[in-house]
């Protein structure tokens, strides 16, 4: 590590000077010679079956250069979901199609079922208007157990259920888990509900389509989460091109919070339309169209239980959640709920049982598919709340009864009963600190305080734990991804000594033009400043999964980490033969080469001209250049954990609520950037307390939103 390590430090995000100046490059920036404009009609019921959509009028109307509807697109592939789970007999779940466009049924309010391209966006919305279609409206079907009920309208005809697989996890300990309960001299039951969010970016989705005939190949601009994995899907599974015909390229992405992670119908109608038309097809999300059909979040209903002894000690917990995907599977919605739910649902404890069941229905609402931590919160959510209620009723404090059960620092590596390996942790000593920052010994006198003024005042403790940079590839797909969880980098050395950094995760708020380059600096010796880094053009850079799930320094800068250290060894050699010595002689620190016990020194940047001007090079040794790609496959997951208390005052006569006070510990392991992580944290907090107090995602009985 160079003597003035960068590693640690706060310098400020590079990327926010054009953010905060109005030069960002989004999407909807993005305009083309020819370009033509794309509008939705969606359905206005929850359920219909469409007898007929007549689009005579809406061609005739100004402007209008083509109608599609479903019938254009009943050969298309749909988009599939990217988890294949197993009900707990063992067969594999139902997968219904998802259409680019609806065709024979609507299933939920904003499903689009046709589309109009036009010269201008008015123009196209207008014709929207003058489509006349005979959909005839049918009884949905919206709460989850309703919907498993014998008789009930069925959202998807095809499969004849609305139950897309019934979850055990882990199957051999369910025995185990209802004996220990059975003998348990004390069990706390708990039911709640997780409620359905919507992600509602500052940025809405966007796509613009362009086809180029002379090349037969097509260019995607969209808000994209992972560039990559968006042109595979789009590719194998909807419009059956090769990968090297279409590029896909996400510029500045206005947040995602997990819904951009997925392929959306309108990106693969805006690429048909422009071969259709041989002109560009843009389509913006209107905010309204963005609560209808942006993928929803959480929306899950949970009994919870926890088998005791008197004394607080766990025995077992058991789960059964009723998770809801909406309307159509997703790309992740099918994993949330299952591995990356289950799998937490051991916490920060040492529980000699666990057992998770999980029931995934389909309804007639807008699909739900990860947000703001994707199964995690929803574990820590459900787990922690009923730790509370198990402290009440024994009489025992809620710190007290978690400490009694946590897994201690000599318990490491722990395997947990849902199969997960936990490498590290100190659970007791992130307590003590938020103890400390909190300052709870004091909370008791703030009550009075707030009594005095005629208020309550509430304290709310929990731990957690979190599964981060999802992980390894073939663990993954033993358990049913259809891709892998590896992530890839370049690393490339230009000849006057800038570094370009091609990395396969996707920035949509992350702060990787920052954090990368703090890497590649603190392994090189070399200035942040003198490094760029490129992402979210597939044509650019090198196959990655993208950004979701906390994984972008965890698995991609692992693998700048990996280029890096290739570009040390290549370059080694270079400056070797610069000093007429060997690779292994060589020494490399703070941006310099030298021969130890000698004065024989060369700067990184003369290597890196070298590299380029191979005069004298030995060609069957060392070839010219100073570019490397790695690839990164986790071993395992990374684990984050920390504990969190909040302070909130309510007013007994209006039932307002107010924050008073939050305070985090938090164990992230090797922090690069600490403003970066700070601004995360904020973030999650502003998003969870927006969850907590104001937020809701309600459908009436009709499954208007």
Known sequence: MPKDSV???????????????????????????GQTYAAFARSDVAAGKINKIDTTKAAKMPGVLAVFTGEDFVDVGGNPAGWLVHSRDGSPMKEPKRPVLAHGKVRHVGDAYAAVIAETAEQARDAVEAIE????????????????????PLVHDEIETNLCYDWGWIEDNREAVNEAFEKAPHVTTLELVNNRLVPNAIEPRASTGVYNPGTDDYTLYTTSQNPHVTRLLICAFVMGIPENKLTVIAPDVGGGFGSKIYHYGEEALVLAASKKLGRPVKWTCSRSESFLTDAHGRDHVTKMEIACEKDGTFLAFRTETHANLGAYLSNFSTSVPTYLHGTLMAGNYKTPHVYVNVKAVLTNTTPVDAYRGAGRPEATFQLERAIDKCARELGIDPIEIRRKNFIKPDDFPYMTPVGLEYDTGNYDATMDILERNADLKNFDARRKESEAKGKLRGLGIASYIEACGIAPSNVAGALGSRVGLYDAATVRVNATGNISVMVGAHSHGQGHETAFPQIVADKLGVDPNSIEIVHGDTSKIPFGMGTYGSRSLAVCGSAVVKATDKIIVKAKLIAAHMMDATGEDIAFEDGVFSVPGTNKN?????????????????????????????????????????????????????????????AAADDFGNVINPMIVEGQVHGGLTQGIGQALVEHAVYDDTGQL
Request: negative net charge.
């Open 7 to 33: 590693i640690g430090t706060s310098p400020k995000r590079r990327e926010d000077k054009r953010f905060i100046t109005g030069r960002g490059r989004y999407t909807d920036d993005i305009n083309l010679q």
């Open 602 to 662: 060369v700067p990184f940047g003369d290597v890196a001209l070298k590299a380029y001007i191979p005069h004298d090079f030995p060609l069957e040794s060392i070839e010219p250049g100073l570019e490397e790609t790695a690839f990164y496959d986790p071993a395992n997951f990374t684990y984050p954990a920390g504990a969190y208390a909040c302070e909130v005052e309510v007013d007994p006569d209006t039932g307002k609520v107010e924050v008073m006070s939050f």
């Open 133 to 152: 279609a005979d959909i005839e409206s049918i009884d949905p079907v919206l709460n989850m157990k309703e919907a498993l009920k014998d008789g009930a």
